[in-house]
């Protein structure tokens, strides 16, 4: 089955500090994997995707994320933390259950990461 | 590009009464999603479209939850009889083939009294 798990319900860190918002996924084949923010009222946004490659990644606001397969992780990281960034974080992975082609931009999300940065 | 963009942005409705939320999709987007966020149950995915035909419905938790998509450029979401369980804000994310990431609309926060 594909899946994703966020352990971390909330991160609290303090402005200028390192952030990093954990995931670890369950899937059969190679993980396709992603993160999403939600600021509040906001619809999600895209930050960025592992597909293959560099095993890490860069993306929008600063924000980079590193595969590690051994592990089963795709975690999140900024090096300095902004309290802007407080907000609603999401990882996700594409869902290949049926491996039938219509099915190929199904993703399966995690429940969500809230991330508060205090000044 | 203007993204996705769903209407109403909010809705209040009493209990019983049809509901109908809007959604286009970016242009030239193959993929369209309808999801459910709540407190207590998160993100939820409810139906998608591939090529405007509904792929997995799975998610649709009632027959009271219909959706449709006409064309490329237009989705639709109703709800008859609605609830109050059914309050949430409701998301419609597009996708084009072979890129796998989904953008999202703004949402429509629908609350049931």
């Known amino acids: 089955a594909q899946s994703v798990a966020q352990p971390e319900d909330q991160v609290n860190v303090a402005e200028g500090n390192p952030l990093t918002v954990k995931c670890t996924y369950s899937?059969?084949?190679?993980?396709?994997l992603f993160w999403y923010v939600q600021y509040p009222n906001r619809g999600l946004q895209f930050l960025l995707k592992y597909i293959t490659g560099d095993n890490l990644v860069k993306g929008s606001y600063g924000f980079e994320a590193e595969f590690n397969k051994s592990q089963t992780s795709f975690h999140l990281k900024k090096p300095s933390a902004l309290v802007s960034d407080s907000a609603l974080y999401f990882c996700?992975?594409?869902?290949?259950?049926?491996?039938?082609?219509?099915?190929?931009?199904?993703?399966?999300f995690g429940g969500g990461t809230r991330v508060l940065v205090k000044p | 590009d203007a993204g996705v963009i769903q209407s109403p942005r909010h809705e209040v409705t009493e209990m019983g009464q049809e509901v109908t939320l809007r959604c286009k999709p970016i242009s030239g987007h193959d993929y369209l999603f309808w999801y459910r966020q709540t407190m207590m149950r998160g993100l939820e995915l409810l139906i998608y479209?591939?090529?405007?035909?509904?792929?997995?419905d799975s998610g649709m938790p009632e027959d009271r939850f219909s959706a449709k998509m006409p064309n490329a450029s237009f989705s639709t979401l109703k709800i008859q009889p609605s609830e109050p369980r059914d309050s949430a804000v409701y998301f419609c994310?597009?996708?084009?083939?072979?890129?796998?990431?989904?953008?999202f609309g703004p949402g429509t926060r629908l609350t049931v009294t």
């Open positions: 994310a597009s996708s084009p083939q072979g890129l796998y990431e989904q953008y």
């Open positions: 996700a992975v594409r869902d290949m259950r049926g491996m039938i082609k219509a099915a190929g931009n199904k993703l399966t």
């Open positions: 479209f591939n090529n405007n035909v509904p792929i997995d």
């Open positions: 899937v059969s084949g190679n993980p396709y």
